[in-house]
């Protein structure tokens, strides 16, 4: 996995993309249980805003030798899915991220708070539970994610979820 | 909670979630390829491959 996150970081030096973060499976990995999952995830701010934004990290894996494989593209062996970001939110997400270190490599990763929130946003079964662990963790401040629940409209979504919520 | 044995329960897998959580990242991901690997031997899927980590 190393090696595809230095991958990812060369794509922001070269100016492939602006910015990047990891999101999904594996961040929440990052701050909670370990949880199967298959792709890493990676929302990025494009370098221009357009129609096909994926065209350039495209371009730039095909000089590599990388191939497609469904949505993802294998970097150095390694499932990477690029996920331009898509709202507010997740731009924020990714303007504001953590820094990991995996082995020898650092790299960017979304904040729990911003992670829960994205999630909350999704709203699929699978999102309000990891909603759900994330809070119930240490690594999510409530005071932080209730100030980007409120810029973000998504109070009340967590205020219903947790209204609603079982333990387990 | 009405059920304190159940309670009980549930309090214990808050404390084992709560030990996960707090391995270093490397074990964390060692761990997922654990599950896929595991996952794989329930369901084949060409897609879904274990990490070469």
Known sequence: MEKAL???EEMTRLGIIKAYAIGGGIAATYYIEPILTYDLDIFFTPVKEGLDELAPIYEFARGRGYVEQAEALLIEGFPVQFIPAYNDLVREAVADAATLRYRDVEA???????LAAI????????D???VARLLESEAVDRAVLAGILERHGLTDKLRKMEGGADEK | MK???????????RERRRQLSQL?????????VELQKAAAGIRKDSRRKVWPI
Do not use: D, M, T
């Open chain 1, 6 to 8: 230095q991958v990812i």
């Open chain 1, 108 to 114: 960017k990763v979304v904040k729990a708070e911003y």
């Open chain 1, 119 to 126: 999630a909350l946003q999704a709203g699929r079964a699978k």
């Open chain 1, 128 to 130: 309000r539970e990891r």
């Open chain 2, 3 to 13: 059920s304190k044995a159940a309670a009980s329960v549930f309090e214990k897998k």
């Open chain 2, 24 to 32: 270093p990242f490397e074990k964390k991901v060692e761990i997922v």
